[in-house]
T-cell receptor
Framework: EPEVTQTPSHQVTQMGQEVILRCVPI?????FYWYRQILGQKVEFLVS????????KSEIFDDQFSVERPDGSNFTLKIRSTKLEDSAMYFC??????????????FGEGSWLTVV | LAKTTQPISMDSYEGQEVNITCSHN???????ITWYQQFPSQGPRFIIQ?????VTNEVASLFIPADRKSSTLSLPRVSLSDTAVYYC????????????WGAGTKLIIKP
């Protein structure tokens, strides 16, 4: 079964440092997403991306965050200057289309970011 | 955006059928109901999606009454490996599909 892959699986960074989380979505998918989940809390939507531009973003996705699809396979999330509260599991996801029916969103295994 | 309400936690035993009910009183006409499963430190995994009546796949069944204000995920003959958090999500029917995640139901299966 095709899957979304994410790297790194775990990253520890100093507060104020830039972090790039990488994702390879499923190859025939057109919509890409980033979510985050703070330990013990619910999954939160960050951003959706289609046709090389952001289609929707949440209040969490402020100017410190950016996304990019640098080539035909990778999808990245950059946090410019990390804060302690950015510590969370970040999930990349992708889907063939955005609305149902049949809109199965496939999630990666996550990148655990720890800011110290 | 439709909000969902689920029980915070449930317990059951191996071999039993487990039913998790979700209420979504303000579901919109175009909204579909989707359920995901999440194990600790893993990404959510799609289980099932439906619009009305009953949907069944190899993993679960989804029951949706005519008014669509609630739905029930049914897991037949659960095993210990079904211990996970289960999320009920109601999505907008058109573009800009954004999943609204609640706290989910933590299901614990006992031997």
């Amino acid at each position: 079964e095709p899957e979304v892959t994410q790297t790194p699986s775990h990253q520890v960074t100093q507060m104020g440092q830039e972090v790039i989380l990488r994702c390879v979505p499923i190859s025939n998918h057109l919509y890409f997403y980033w979510y985050r989940q703070i330990l013990g809390q619910k999954v939160e939507f960050l951003v959706s991306f289609y046709n090389n531009e952001i289609s929707e973003k949440s209040e969490i996705f402020d100017d410190q965050f950016s996304v990019e699809r640098p080539d035909g396979s990778n999808f990245t999330l950059k946090i410019r200057s990390t804060k302690l509260e950015d510590s969370a599991m970040y999930f990349c996801a992708s889907s063939t289309h955005q609305g149902p029916p049949g809109n199965t969103i496939y999630f990666g295994e996550g990148s655990w970011l720890t800011v110290v | 955006l439709a909000k969902t309400t689920q029980p915070i936690s449930m317990d059951s035993y191996e071999g039993q059928e487990v039913n998790i009910t979700c209420s979504h009183n303000n579901i919109a006409t175009n909204d579909y109901i989707t359920w995901y499963q999440q194990f600790p430190s893993q990404g959510p995994r799609f289980i099932i999606q439906g619009y009305k009546t009953k949907v069944t796949n190899e993993v679960a069944s989804l029951f949706i009454p005519a008014d669509r204000k609630s739905s029930t995920l049914s897991l037949p003959r659960v095993s210990l490996s079904d211990t996970a958090v289960y999320y009920c999500l109601v999505g907008e029917g058109d573009s800009n599909y954004q999943l609204i995640w609640g706290a989910g139901t933590k299901l614990i299966i006992k031997p």
